[in-house]
C-alpha cells in the first residue's frame, strides 16, 4: 500500500498562484497512476486531473483545464498540483489519491489510497 500526504494548500488571493505537493511513501510509487480532487463546503468530491505512472500523459477536468497543471517526480515519490489564476471558486480542500490500473480515471471510488487533504482559500 502507499501513504499520501498533501502540503501546499493556504490563503491566496484571486489571481494567484500555488503548487500543492503529494507525498506518498510505502509501496513504490511509480505503480501507482495520481488523482487530484477537490471538495468544496456543502459539495460533493471533484475530480481535478490525473496523472499516469511515468508521468507522460495527463487528463484534466474541463473546468481548469489551462490553468491546472499534474506533474510528478517518481525520484522524489512526490506529484505536483500547479494552481494558476487563482478563482474564489477554487476555493476547496484538496486531495490526492493513488491507483493502480490501466487508464485515468475520473471517479472517486476508483483510487483506493486518498491523502488527509490540504485546504485552498482564495479571497476575491
Known amino acids: 500500500q502507499v501513504q499520501l500526504v498533501e502540503s501546499g494548500g493556504g490563503l491566496v488571493q484571486a489571481g494567484g498562484s500555488l503548487r500543492l505537493s503529494c507525498a506518498a511513501s510505502g509501496r513504490s510509487f511509480n505503480t501507482y497512476r495520481v488523482g487530484w480532487f477537490r471538495q468544496a463546503p456543502g459539495k460533493e468530491r471533484e475530480f481535478v486531473g490525473a496523472i499516469n505512472y511515468s508521468g507522460d500523459s495527463t487528463y484534466y477536468a474541463d473546468s481548469v483545464k489551462g490553468r491546472f497543471t499534474i506533474s510528478r517526480d517518481n525520484a522524489k515519490n512526490t506529484a505536483y498540483l500547479q494552481i494558476n489564476s487563482l478563482k474564489p471558486e477554487d476555493t476547496a480542500v484538496y486531495y490526492c489519491?493513488?491507483?493502480?490500473?490501466?487508464?485515468?480515471?475520473?471517479?472517486?471510488?476508483?483510487?483506493?489510497?486518498w491523502g488527509q487533504g490540504t485546504q485552498v482559500t482564495v479571497s476575491s
Open positions: 489519491a493513488a491507483r493502480a490500473g490501466l487508464r485515468h480515471s475520473t471517479v472517486v471510488s476508483a483510487y483506493r489510497y
